[in-house]
């Protein structure tokens, strides 16, 4: 296994439009989150899923943002009508995490960095 | 609420000089502290690890002592190279493993 893969690397697109980025996790890991990240800053987390099931979802993450993850492989993360505010880098992680306990390391993918004119 | 405090950048050392980045956390239960490294042009890559209090987490060269009576997890390096250059970034877990938080990340330059 590679580890954690993106597609795209790099998105430009206008205002208004909408884009899609996948997302392919560690074949063996049942967690999937995706975060967002803007230049000097650290990533700031969006949603995670556990299998298909979407668990949580930050209040970063508006009406115009959707992802799924439909058969608990990979997921894709969807944002409509697309704002200047929204060029960032979107990071997507996977991790096995064993019940609900935590202290498992997330794996990072490359990134797709979205840039809105 | 959870929360990390992260040594402000850029840093420049010279090759060999010695490595502190401080990182701070408030939290809530009993989180697990990871360092992760940016390399210009890569993704976050893990450095080290420390899941319980007074645990020390160590991966080439770097080591991390979590410190629960400080809410403390700094960063150091005994000799730094110039391959060390990259960002640092601080991040706490949660026990129930759903989300990391991050620093703002700290950008190390080492010059031979």
């Known amino acids: 296994d590679t580890g954690v893969s993106q597609d795209p690397r790099h998105k430009i697109t206008k205002r208004g439009q909408n884009v899609t980025f996948r997302c392919d996790p560690i074949?063996?890991?049942?967690?999937l989150y995706w975060y967002r990240q803007t230049l000097g800053q650290g990533p700031e987390f969006l949603t995670y899923?556990?299998?298909?099931?979407?668990?949580?979802k930050s209040r970063l993450l508006s009406d115009r943002f959707s992802a799924e993850r439909p058969k608990g492989s990979f997921s894709t993360l969807e944002i409509q009508r697309t704002e200047q505010g929204d060029s960032a880098m979107y990071l997507c992680?996977?991790?096995?995490?064993?019940?609900?306990?935590?202290?498992?390391?997330?794996?990072f993918g490359p990134g797709t960095r979205l840039t809105v004119l | 609420g959870n929360s990390v405090t992260q040594m402000e950048g850029p840093v420049t050392l010279s090759e060999e000089a010695f490595l502190t980045i401080n990182c701070t956390y408030t939290?809530?239960?009993?989180?697990?502290l990871f360092w992760y490294v940016q390399y210009p042009g890569e993704g976050l890559q893990l450095l080290l690890k420390?899941?319980?209090?007074?645990d020390k987490g160590s991966n080439k060269g770097f080591e991390a002592t979590y410190r629960k009576e400080t809410t403390s997890f700094h960063l150091e390096k005994g000799s730094v190279q110039v391959s060390d250059s990259a960002v640092y970034f601080c991040?706490?877990?949660?026990?129930?493993?759903?989300?990391?938080?991050f620093g703002t990340g700290t950008s190390l330059t080492v010059i031979p």
């Open positions: 420390a899941t319980k209090a007074d």
């Open positions: 939290a809530t239960g009993y989180p697990s």
């Open positions: 899923f556990q299998n298909e099931a979407q668990l949580e």
């Open positions: 992680a996977s991790s096995f995490v064993a019940g609900t306990s935590g202290g498992n390391e997330q794996f």
């Open positions: 074949s063996e890991h049942n967690r």
């Open positions: 991040a706490l877990g949660t026990n129930t493993g759903n989300q990391f938080y």
